[in-house]
């Protein structure tokens, strides 16, 4: 790979909703440019982008893929996202490591769920846009109408440099009107409506224009370029990428108006744990080397790959970095350069670069790569995934392997989260929805070899009292020879929430030895992690051993043991037990023609609402819900307002369960131990 400026890099998203064809309009990008000989189709599984066996069989993208185009003295790097918004976690990943961000709409569907998704994250990250209608050549293209979406939807400042000459089956091109000194009747409208949104961006270009002043068009252009590197301007395109008309211009377009690889967007570092102390981010080749890793995909055949972004230095085979995260010197080893699935092996990456290193298995995503400070880039904040599933491999023997392969697939996808749940002890993993982890249970069998058992995760109820109890229990067993004995007299009170357990003694006497008060805590602590009810743990509450009885051949520390765990359940039976369930705080927000139908799901799970805002045209509801009513709540949300809401949840307390739902649960539990045994 020849060494490049990073003036001569553009580096660009492709992002919007699923079906638009973004990645056919990447691999006719690709085949225009020269980068590969022949067109791949989607359909076929032969693109560049989507060359993963899962992708080529559900015929969509599910993993971001990095690509390249050499094109008049210009590399343009092309990483190209899922549009489900399944995968959203790809397009803030891709978002890390570029200057621009491509949102393709469709002539025919016009702006969608995850296109306004696509531009939210874009505006998040302060990333210029550029706008492209795509399948222009389409039957049912609505240009006039999907134009007046995207002004209203996504931002006024959306304009349109080109005008396309035609739609449907008659779409042949387009008119550029930048410079166009003949342009037609409809490209003169559209070049007054151009020339005047530039130079509004611009108070002594505005002043000049007002006055009567011709501005050139050089002017034009350069303006334009700082409109667009500002977020001031957002143009417009018109394409069709699987027919490959306008995909020329758009090149074009993006070597000329992209803002390049030393633009640093205003993007900062700032040294590990320090966020207040902003550094601006360097972006020359001469500057001390620092890069992100934005994405880290385990590949089945050459092992680990950490794709970066380098903001600034260079870096060469066998080079060393330290990485914040361990704060140790890795090694680079291999470094390759990406089309797809195909690696090409480069001896140096520089500034503006977007690489791969092969096999270091210290490195994350979203570490910061660095050889003089330990600075950090922020990476993005992502959503929290709401879909969860409890999850176990389906065969003892393959425990081993499934425990290797769970990391790997957290290492490739920043919206998988898992953990062992302490209450329930499942291994509870959690995405963006059902066909999310569905994805990921295929991989840990095409991948890992790994074939998983799936199930709703247990909610973690917790048991308690609320009235006092008293009882006893005499262990007695005679075996021959030493036997056991032990009885106990135990009372139980409650306890404020979130108090935990309370053991204590009140003996007077000689009747049982201060030495066995310690067994018996040990028996009542093993019976309140047991769970006496259904099986949870036992909390808020006060035990008090207060009398019992020893033999003095007989009792020693399990007769203890087995006396106070069995007259703890006794006078627990006795004391009023009950259920308590995790309640959440939930935080939806929603468009605001979806309100009622939200409100009403609500209520009928139980949910208190707490309030309501307003975010722009958007609504925010605040409630509280309990726990076993929130399963597959991400879906429900999506369902109702037509993929446009979102959702949070945050634990905030428990609470006394109703006693007809707690029943069920309790029934539920003794049917299950019956099962298992």
Known sequence: ??????????????????????????????????????????????????????????????DLSSSHVEFKGTTINFLDTPGYRDFVGHVYCASTAVECMVVVVDADEGVRPNTRKAWQIAEERRLPCFVVLNRMDREQAKVDEVLAQISEQLSPKCVPIEVPKGQGSSFGGVERILGNKSPSEEGKEAQGRLIEAVVESNDALMERYLGG??????????????????????????????????????????????????????????????????????????????????????????????????????????????????????????????????QEQVETAAAGDIVALLKVEGLKAFDTLTTDKHLVYDPPVLPTPMFSRAVEPKSKADEKKFAEAIPKVIDDDVMIRAHRDSRTHEMVLSGISQLHLLILWDRLKTRYGVEVITKEPKTPYLETITGKGDDHYRHKKQTGGAGQFAEVWMRLEPKARNTGVEFSQSLSGQNVDRVYVPSVEKGVMSACMEGILAGYRVVDLKVDFYDGKMHPVDSNDISFQIAGKEAFKEAFANARPGLLEPIYNLEIKIPEDALGKVIGDLSSRRGKILGMDTDGSFQVVKAQVPAMELYHYATTVRSLTGGRGIHTEEFSHYEEMPRDLEQKVIAESKSRKNAEH
Not at 285 to 312: M, N, Q, T
Request: with cysteine; charged share 25%.
């Open 1 to 62: 790979m020849a060494s490049r400026s990073p003036a001569s890099i553009r580096n660009v998203a492709f992002a919007g909703h699923s079906s638009c064809g973004k990645t056919t309009l990447v691999e006719s990008l690709l085949f225009k440019g020269g980068a590969i000989s022949r067109k791949g189709r989607v359909e076929d599984g032969t693109t560049v982008s989507d060359h993963d066996a899962q992708e080529k069989s559900r015929k969509h993208s599910i």
């Open 213 to 342: 002043e011709t501005i050139s068009d050089e002017e034009v252009t350069e303006q334009l370029k700082q409109s667009i590197a500002s977020r001031v301007l957002f143009p417009v395109l018109f394409a069709s990428g699987e027919k490959d008309i306008s995909t020329d211009v758009l090149l074009e377009t993006l070597a000329q108006f992209a803002p390049p690889a030393t633009n640093a967007l205003g993007r900062t570092v700032h040294p590990a744990g320090k966020v207040e102390e902003k550094i601006p981010l360097k972006t020359g080749v001469e500057d001390p080397f620092c890069a992100f890793v934005f994405k880290v995909a385990s590949d089945p055949y050459v092992g680990k790959l950490s794709f970066i972004r380098i903001f600034s230095g260079s870096l060469v085979h066998n080079g060393t970095f330290t990485n914040p995260h361990t704060g140790k010197q890795e090694k680079a080893g291999k470094i390759v350069r990406l089309q797809g699935k195909e």
